[in-house]
């Protein structure tokens, strides 16, 4: 089983990136997906999850209205689209998985796979 998060890079403030997982290994039809992220000397925050069929969707406080996560089941693929970024977006962003989780939780304790991460930096 792995993810393979990609997409990240340099932005400006009020610029855009998005990020891309693709799973392998497995089908992920039953898991809740994750996108986390973790700043130096910060502990690791979660951004957005979404259910397997991506019906529900569940953002963190930071990111709420100007992130937005998807999936393509028939990709094995997540996305997290952001918007109007700011300099306290930079970090290294993760991808996860769990298997018949809940989207509501945060916790990246419940996440059973996780991908290598890819780094964020927003200048001001």
């Known amino acids: 089983v792995q993810l393979q998060a990609s997409g990240g890079g340099l932005a400006q403030t009020g610029g855009s990136l998005r990020l891309s997982c693709a799973a392998s290994g497995r089908t992920f039809r039953s898991y809740v997906m994750g996108w986390f992220r973790q700043a130096p000397g910060k502990e690791r925050e979660f951004v957005a999850a979404i259910s397997w069929s991506g019906s529900s969707t569940y953002y963190g406080d930071s990111v709420k209205g100007r992130f937005t996560i998807s999936r393509n089941a028939a990709k094995n693929t997540v996305y997290l689209q952001m918007n109007s970024l700011q300099p306290e977006d930079t970090a290294v962003y993760y991808c996860?998985?769990?298997?018949?989780?809940?989207?509501?939780?945060?916790?990246?304790?419940?996440?059973?796979?996780w991908g290598q991460g890819t780094q964020v930096t927003v200048s001001s």
């Open positions: 996860a998985a769990d298997y018949s989780g809940s989207v509501y939780v945060k916790s990246s304790y419940e996440y059973d796979y």
